[in-house]
């Protein structure tokens, strides 16, 4: 059995997707040991795992993308946050390495100087994605806007011409930056996003086709293991017994980013509706005013339970939020603030497994007809969940890691 360690970024929307993976290696014998969000690292040792928090500098760096205006500035704005992260997660992931001496890593691909730090110690290492990462596939749009897959040659010429645009301008803040952080470590500098983002020997993806755009570029080194749902252990809440209709569940982000007029919206829009609208704000609620008669807000609650009784989610779109719902052929009502969000909703609607709506257009009215029409998108949000549980999930991520391992060390 190996000693393994795995390290998260700063997000409970990543620390919970790579659980049930981490859990999975601890149950097949191997010895985990964890790096995380200091706020979770109770839960995690009771668990059973040997977790510790990240430095908390790495928290005081705060991700202000909801200040961009377009997605080219709020990529970098995302590039110049993790960049500034690296510096501080790189040395704290370095000191994890020499005190656990593990056989091999597992490394959140937000943790960009831990991701250098891992290349250079020489031993296996697995990059741990819980989005769609940044890496250019024939046939798929260029990362960030959120565009539809678009066939034929006018497809080709426009994500050729958006391409430059978007992911072009962002590289010339990020390669700087981050060859600065590798040769600290004695690395070779890269020369795009692409080529930093394909060096690890193994990226584990947790999503899949259908919800996934078809990759058949991307090798056998990128893994597309489907959704890796997971919740902390909780009783059933009780007060979901006194809900006697359909309920809609509202999620914003865990890492603030202004999508509070999602659960404005939401809960205005669908007042008259006959559903109990039940909204979770993990990063704080706030601006809400007095709340309809047919409404519930928390700061956070297991969303399985809730699920149980969910005949639509309305997300923000993070990809964790929307395909735990999908993940139980759920469908969902995307409306995308930022980050990957904007992939996400369009991935949404290419799955056929449920609506966007824009943030900028985002209006109670909107957002009920899309609520509505979602309702309506079973059949492609069954389809999802199907392809996510052929994809194998965390034992197929386990199963990846360990072939990575030499025979002496599995």
Known sequence: MATIL?????????????????????????????????????????????????DPAIHEVIHPDWEASNPKQALEVAISTFC???????????????????????????????LNV??????????????????????????????LPKAGPLGRLRDAVVRPLVIGAAEKTMTPRINALRADHGLAPVHSADEYFRRA??????????FAYHHADWGDRIRMIGALPWDPPAERPPWLDDIDRPIVLV??????????????????????????????????????GTLPANARVLDFVPHRHVLDRTVVAVTHGGMGATQKALARGIPVCVVPFGRDQLEVAARTVHADAGTRVPAKRLTPERLR????????????????AAGYAAAGGAPAGADAMEALLTPARR
């Not at 891992?118 to 798929?140: D, H, R």
Request: overall charge negative.
């Open 369 to 384: 007809d899309a609520v509505r029409e979602a309702a309506t998108k079973l059949d492609g949000a069954a389809r999802v």
């Open 201 to 210: 020997p193994l990226t584990l993806v947790t999503t899949s086709e259908p």
């Open 118 to 147: 891992a290349e250079a110690w020489g031993g296996p290492w697995t990059v741990f994605s819980p989005y769609t990462p940044p890496i250019s596939s024939a046939g798929t749009p260029p990362f960030g806007p959120g565009l």
């Open 6 to 54: 795995a390290y998260t970024s700063p997000a409970i929307g990543h620390l919970f997707p790579m659980t049930p993976l981490v859990l999975e290696l601890q149950a097949r014998g191997h010895d985990v040991h964890l790096r995380t969000i200091a706020s979770r690292v109770d839960l995690m040792r009771d668990l059973g795992l040997r977790t510790e928090a990240v």
């Open 251 to 288: 999620t914003t982000s865990s890492e603030y980013q202004a999508d509070e007029a999602l659960v404005r919206a939401t809960l205005e829009g669908l007042r008259d509706e006959p559903f109990e609208v039940v909204a979770t704000m993990p990063a704080g609620i706030q601006g809400l």
């Open 84 to 114: 500034e992260r690296g510096a501080i997660d790189g040395p704290d992931f370095q000191r994890a390495l020499d005190e656990v001496s593990p056989d091999t890593v597992l490394v959140d691909i937000n943790a960009w100087g831990a």
